[in-house]
């Protein structure tokens, strides 16, 4: 009897273990439309308006700062409250992310947009350093990382044959953002103050944030958190090479986006037009960050990633050769559809480097978290350059480099990934 009651829980044991194998073996289906998918598409769309589109626009701010609030710091010390929100959007990401696995999208969303909001608003009423980067650098950029990852990760619940097109959309919620929110925040600025315009910013933030909390949506089951930390993923030289890379490329890239505003009206440009400066940088972003995604499906993400970066790392060498209004405006146009492709593509050639699949997100995780300390040094450093030489061209130089070694770095990744695949499109 005890020898046919042990079979039967053996029998059992098992069915329940084939039963499992079974379940994580069959590929869930994705809908890849309809009303429920691209209305999670539009929620993200607009929680990256209201994140990316806002961190695009801090120009504006940091050339209000220089002549009010804080015209007594110098550019170096301001670009620490811009800097804070570009890094902690990567920094929070890493944890954010195992939450929205594990169910906790709407939470996030509510929490982190109330934070959001209620740090705009003491922005609004901030007169000092220490305030204003605690407000609008840390409060603000730690809600914007527990808001953009998770809304980018639902579209993955959603899509899987149209993904590129659906993950273009959701890219050029930051394009639009950060063309559209620069103009207003000068307008405002002018007929009603610094206090009323922050305010307003603050209820068109709580509105996007409305709109991704009812129409953002999880389809997949939760999943148990996992450790956060493991090095286990630097083990792939690729990897390695490939992140150092992303990093240092993140380090220089984006000088003439923190410092394009204040670089503009050191040459001459009226200060209305060098606003729109930054505005059209950002427009022509947008097609930065969806053809790159649409070719790189059938050239390589690799490829594409390096080709963009180069193309972006030679611009921030010849950024300062711009000296006319119109010499301005056509170099941000085109310094706009190169460096779109940096934070497009990136993701893809991170998880095209997973050969299982199961590691994409660990590989993203650690990445980012690696990259946002060297993209919080990028503004500071480069406006200490421009402090100490009073020029904006060791900023250029510096900047340019640190691209380059970059691409370098994932020239030598994309080698290795051919070598290891026999293929020339990675």
């Not at 940088?281 to 963009?308: D, E, T, W, Y």
């Not at 405006?329 to 050639?349: E, Q």
Request: proline letters at 4%; hydrophobic letters at 50%.
């Amino acid at each position: 009897m005890v020898g046919s009651e042990e079979t039967t829980v053996i029998e059992h044991a098992d069915a329940d273990v084939l039963e499992r194998e079974k379940a994580l073996s069959e590929e869930p289906e994705f809908p890849d439309g309809g009303l429920r998918a691209w209305g999670t598409v539009f929620g993200a769309f607009m929680i990256n308006f209201s994140c990316y589109g806002v961190v695009t626009s801090f120009g504006v701010f940091e050339q209000h700062y220089s002549v009010n609030q804080l015209k007594d710091q110098p550019l170096s010390t301001i670009s620490w409250i811009g800097s804070l929100q570009l890094s902690l959007i990567l920094l929070m990401g890493f944890f954010s992310g195992p939450l929205f696995d594990a169910g906790y999208l709407k939470p996030m969303i509510a929490g982190a947009g109330t934070l959001y909001v209620f740090c705009l608003f003491m922005t609004s009423i901030s007169t000092e350093f220490y305030q204003i980067l605690l407000s609008q650098g840390f409060g603000v950029g730690i809600a914007m990382g527990f808001l953009y990852s998770p809304s980018m990760a639902t579209i993955g619940h959603h899509f899987k044959r149209h993904k590129v097109l659906a993950f273009g959309v959701f890219a050029t919620g930051a394009s639009l953002g950060g063309t559209l929110i620069p103009i207003a925040m000068r307008r405002l600025l002018d007929d009603v103050g610094f206090p009323w315009a922050v305010r307003t910013l603050a209820f068109l933030v709580l509105f996007c944030v409305l709109c991704g909390f009812v129409c953002c949506s999880t389809r997949l089951p939760p999943r148990k958190i996992r450790r956060l930390f493991d090095l286990s993923v630097f083990e792939d030289r690729a990897y390695c090479f490939l992140v150092l890379g992303a990093s240092l490329v993140g380090l220089g890239l984006y000088a003439p986006v923190s410092y394009g505003v204040t670089y503009a009206t050191a040459r001459g440009v009226p200060a209305d037009l060098a606003f729109y400066s930054l505005s059209i940088l950002n427009a022509l972003s947008l097609f930065g960050r969806i053809i790159p995604n649409v070719v790189g499906q059938r050239l390589g993400p690799l490829n594409i990633l390096i080709g963009a970066c180069t193309v972006a790392g030679v611009l921030d060498f010849v950024w300062v050769t711009a000296r006319s209004t119109g010499g301005i405006l056509a170099f941000n146009a085109a310094f706009g559809f190169a460096s779109g492709g940096y934070v497009s593509v990136l993701p893809a050639g991170i998880a095209s480097l997973s050969t299982d699949g199961q590691t994409i997100g660990l590989r993203l995780g650690m990445g980012f978290f690696c990259a946002s300390f060297l993209w919080l040094a990028s503004a500071p450093i480069q406006g200490a350059l421009i402090h100490v030489h009073g020029t904006y061209w060791p900023a250029a130089v510096f900047s340019g480099s640190a691209v380059l070694t970059g691409v370098a770095m994932m020239l030598v990744a994309r080698i290795l990934v051919g070598r290891r695949t026999g293929s020339r499109w990675v």
